[in-house]
C-alpha cells in the first residue's frame, strides 16, 4: 500500500445494526474513551511493518518542571492531527513522546520544592530526608547523589501529571515508547555519541572565552542568548598619547583594567595617524596599541573603541582576529578579581574594586577617573542592548573557561555551507522558516559549546590523568568503552584506577561538568528510535518524517538535531519540519506567567472538553502566530455536539445505517455524494501538504451545510414508510454522508467520532474510527451534478427566508410558491421540487418561472393564512 492508498471498505448493504444512546452528551466522552484506548493499546505502533509504511515523528520533549499552556496544547495537537491522518491512510505511525526532566529548570524547581540546595564536596546521606517545611531561602546543602535523587523523584511525579493530561487532550502516542532525557537510555545515547564526536575530532575540550551567567554558575552557548535592553551610562574617557589624549566612550569603565587595545574602522582617517602607535591607560598606566579593525563602528560613541578580554562578542573577535593578550579581571562569581593583576604598572589603585561586583566596580572606577582627571564631563545616561541568559536576570559575562564543544559550523565555512545545503533537504511549513534557520547559521560565529557547570545533567564520560604534582593532564583524557556506558566520573573510576585514587597525584580526576540539555535533546531522534540499541527499530523508523516545534527554538533544538545527524549518520533526521506559532493573548501580546495573561490547559478542557480545544488548535495555522479568545472554544463544543446531534438523527431518527451507494439514485442525493467526493479530495491535498487547518475548514463548511440543507431537504423523504427507492436513496445518502464526514472530522474531533462510530457497531466491525480507511476515492464513480446542490440549496434558504420575512413559524404552510431564475438553476432546481415542497410544507402551487435576465434565484411566496 502506498502513501496514497487507502485500505479500501466494502459498506454493508444490509441494514447495520445502531445503538444509539436516548441522550447521546459531549460530557464523560474523554475518560471513556481514553481508558478504552489504553486498554485496546489502540495506538501502538506497529512495528512489523516495512519502512516504507511507517510514519515516523520527532516529538518536542516539554519541559516537566515547567507547567504547559495553552500553547503547548496547540502546538501539540497539531503533530497529533498529523499522526492520525497518517495512521487513517494506513500508516503505521511511531509516535513516542519524552520527558525533558534533565538541566537548569529542574534544578531550580528541585531546590524551591524541597528547600535544598547540591553541594558537590558533601558526602552521599542515606538517611536524608528534605525538610518538612522547606525554606527557598534557606536552603539545606546536600550531597551531589542525594540531589539527583531528588530531581529524580520530582520529575517522575511531573511526567505522571503531564501524561495525564496528553491522554486528556486525545494524544494517540504509544505510551509504551517514553522515554527521559536523564534516564539511563539517553545517558547511553548521549555519551556514546559523544565519544564518537571526540573520536572523529568533531567535539573538542578548549579553554577559551565563555559566556557566562554569574546567577546561575554556569556556561551559556549562543543560542541560548537573549538581547534585552538594560541601563546603563557613556563615560567619556581619555587614553594618553604622544600627541595628547585619545577619547573613548564607553558603559563598562570597571573593565578599563583588562583592556589590551584601541581598536577604529581603517578607514576612519580621524585615527589613521594613530594606528600602529600606542596610548597608556589611564588610572593603571597600561601602555596598549591602537589597532585597525573593520568591525569598529565609526558613528557609534567616538568612533574608536577599547578592547578588554572580555567585554561583549566583539571583544572577543578582536582578541581573536587580532591575536591579542588575555587579561580578564572578572571571575566566575562576577566579580573583580581580588589578586591585583601583574600587568598594571600603576597598581595601587586596583585595590579600589578588587572583589567588588561589577556595578560597585564601575562606581568605584568612575570616582578614579575623576580623581586623576580622566573623565571629561559627567556619564550620560542610556538605555543599551546587552546579552542575557534566556532563563537569567542579569547581564552576561565572558569569563575564560575549560568546555567542551561540538563544531557546528561557527568557525568551519565548509561545513557551515553542508549544514545549509541539508536545511534545503528538509520540507519546510510553512516555507518561509527555512530562511530563518539559514540566517541562524550562516550568522554563527564560534562552535557549540555544550559543557555546563550544574549537577542534575549527563555527566561526561571523561577523567583526567593526574600527573605527579596532582595537576590534571587535559591533553590526555581518560576514555570508557561503549560496552561501559553509561558511567558518572564523580562516582566511578576509569579503567586501570581504583577510586581510592581518585584526586591524587598519579591517579585520576572525573570531568565535573555535564552536557547542557540541547546537546541530549539533539539526540532525541536517536533516544527515540533506538540507534544502536535496537537497529531493528531504528532500520524502520530512522531518518523520521516529521519533526514539530515552535519558531523560537529552530536555532536550538531543531539545528542541533540537524548538527547531530550530519556527524554521525550523514543525513538529515527528519523529511519534513512542522513549525507552529505562538499562541497570543487577544492583544497579540505573548503569554507568559509575569504578564499574567497565561491560559492554563486544564481549566479549558475541563469547561469546554478536549474536541472544543482540539477544534481550536486546529484554526492555528502553521508558523502562524494565533490570538486566544476563549469564547472561541465555544464553536468548537457547538460542532462537536451537532456531530452528536445530526449523528443521532441520521442513525437513530430515520434509521439511516447503510452506507451503501449503490441505493443512491436520486440526483440530489447524487449530488450531495459528487460534493462530498470533491471535499475529501480538497481535504486530502490540504493535508498531504501539511495544511491541517485548510483540510479542517474544508470538512466542517460541508458539514454545516450537510445539517443546515440536506438533512431538512430530505428528511421527509427518508421518513416515509412506503417510499421505496427514494426513500432508500435518502437513507442510503444520509448514512453513506455521515460515515465519510465522521472519519474527516475524526482527526480533530477524536472523542465525539469515536463515540458516533462506536454507536455503528456491524457497519465498521468494531473497530476504532482512528483506524478506519481515509475516505479517499470511496465516492469517486458518483456522477451527480453539483449544481444541484447550490441551487436547491438557494431555494430552499429563499423558501425559509419568506417565512422569515412574514415573521412565521418554519412549520407554517405556504399556499403558494414561486422561484424565478435562468433556466440552468431551474432545471437543477426541478430534480428535488418534491422534497422542497414537503420541507416548506407548500400546499398549493410551486412554479418555476424562467427568467434569463437574473443570475440567481429569487423565491416569493404566500403564507396559510393563521386560523
Known sequence: MTDTQSPSVTPPTAPAAVDVPDKPALEG?????????????????????????????????????????????????????????????????????????????????????????????????????????????????????????????????????????????????????????????????????????????????????????????????????????????????????????????????????????????????????????????????????????????????????????????????????????????????????????????????????????????????????????????????????????????????????????????????????????????????????????????????????????????????????????????????????????????????????????????????????????WATSSLTPHIACGWESDPDLFERTFPMDLCTQAHDIIRTWLFSRVVRAHHENGTVPWTHALISGFVMDPDRKKMSKSKGNVVVPTEILDKYGADAVRWRAAMARPGLDSPFDESQMKVGRRLAMKVLNASKFVLGGVGASTPDVSLVTEPVDRALLARLDDVVERATAAYEAYDYTTALETAEKFFWEFCDDYLELVKERAYAEEGGAATASAKATLATALHVQLRLLAPFLVYVTEEVWSWWGSANAGGSIHHAAWPQGELAGIDGDQAVIDAVAAALAGLRGAKSTAKVSMRTELTRAEIAGPQALLDAVAVAAEDLRKVAKITGELELKTDESATELSVTAEVAASE
Open 29 to 517: 466522552l474523554e475518560g471513556t474513551w481514553s481508558q478504552r484506548w489504553k486498554d485496546a493499546e489502540t495506538y501502538a505502533f506497529d512495528r512489523t511493518q516495512p519502512r516504507a509504511n511507517v510514519y515516523s515523528i520527532d516529538t518536542p520533549p516539554p519541559t516537566v518542571s515547567g507547567s504547559l499552556h495553552v500553547g503547548h496544547v496547540f502546538s501539540y495537537t497539531h503533530t497529533d492531527v498529523i499522526a492520525r491522518y497518517h495512521r487513517m491512510r494506513g500508516k503505521s505511525v511511531f509516535y513516542p513522546m519524552g520527558w525533558d526532566d534533565n538541566g537548569l529548570p529542574t534544578e531550580r524547581r528541585v531546590q524551591n520544592y524541597f528547600g535544598v540546595r547540591c553541594d558537590p564536596s558533601l558526602p552521599y546521606d542515606a538517611d536524608f530526608t528534605p525538610p518538612e517545611k522547606p525554606d527557598p531561602k534557606k536552603q539545606v546543602p546536600i550531597s551531589r547523589p542525594n540531589f539527583i535523587a531528588l530531581c529524580e523523584q520530582l520529575v517522575e511525579q511531573d511526567e505522571q501529571v503531564f501524561e495525564s493530561l496528553w491522554r486528556t487532550l486525545g494524544l494517540s502516542v504509544d505510551w509504551s515508547t517514553t522515554y527521559t532525557t536523564i534516564g539511563k537510555h539517553a545517558q547511553t545515547v548521549s555519551q556514546r555519541a559523544f565519544l564518537r564526536n571526540f573520536a572523529r575530532g568533531e567535539a573538542y575540550l578548549q579553554e577559551a572565552p565563555t559566556l557566562w551567567d554569574v546567577t546561575f554558575q554556569t556556561a551559556v552557548a549562543q543560542a541560548e542568548l537573549e538581547a534585552r535592553e538594560y541601563p546603563g551610562a557613556y563615560h567619556r574617557v581619555a587614553f594618553h598619547g604622544a600627541e595628547g589624549p585619545v577619547y573613548i566612550e564607553t558603559t563598562r569603565p570597571e573593565l578599563i583594567p583588562a583592556v589590551v587595545a584601541l581598536i577604529a574602522h581603517p578607514d576612519d582617517e580621524r585615527y589613521q595617524p594613530l594606528f600602529g602607535t600606542t596610548v597608556t591607560s589611564p588610572v593603571f598606566g597600561v601602555e596598549i596599541p591602537v589597532l585597525a579593525h573593520e568591525a569598529a563602528e565609526p558613528d557609534k560613541g567616538a568612533g574608536i573603541a577599547m578592547c578588554c578580554t572580555f567585554g561583549d562578542l566583539t571583544d572577543v573577535q578582536w582578541w581573536r582576529e587580532l591575536q591579542l593578550p588575555v587579561r580578564t579581571v572578572i571571575g566566575r562569581d562576577g566579580r573583580l578579581h581580588r589578586e591585583t593583576p601583574e600587568w598594571l604598572t600603576n597598581a595601587a589603585p586596583y585595590e579600589e574594586i578588587a572583589g567588588k561586583t561589577t556595578f560597585s566596580a564601575r562606581e568605584a572606577m568612575v570616582a578614579l577617573l575623576r580623581a586623576s582627571g580622566d573623565l571629561d564631563g559627567e556619564p550620560s545616561p542610556t538605555q543599551r542592548m546587552t546579552n542575557f541568559f534566556e532563563k537569567g536576570d542579569k547581564p552576561l559575562e565572558i569569563v575564560a573557561t575549560r568546555q567542551w564543544y561540538i563544531r557546528n559550523g561557527g568557525r568551519d565555512a565548509d561545513l557551515r555551507a553542508e549544514l545549509i545545503a541539508e536545511g534545503d533537504e528538509i520540507t519546510w511549513v510553512p516555507p518561509h522558516m527555512r530562511h530563518r534557520y539559514d540566517n541562524w547559521v550562516g550568522g554563527l560565529n564560534g562552535d557549540w559549546l555544550i559543557s555546563r557547570q550544574r549537577f542534575f545533567g549527563i555527566p561526561f564520560p571523561v577523567w583526567y590523568p593526574l600527573d605527579a604534582d596532582g595537576e590534571p593532564d587535559y591533553e590526555h583524557p581518560l576514555l570508557p568503552a561503549e560496552a561501559a556506558l553509561p558511567v558518572d566520573p564523580s562516582t566511578d573510576a576509569p579503567a586501570g584506577y581504583t577510586e581510592d585514587q581518585r584526586g591524587k597525584p598519579g591517579g585520576f580526576l572525573g570531568d565535573p561538568d555535564v552536557m547542557d540539555t
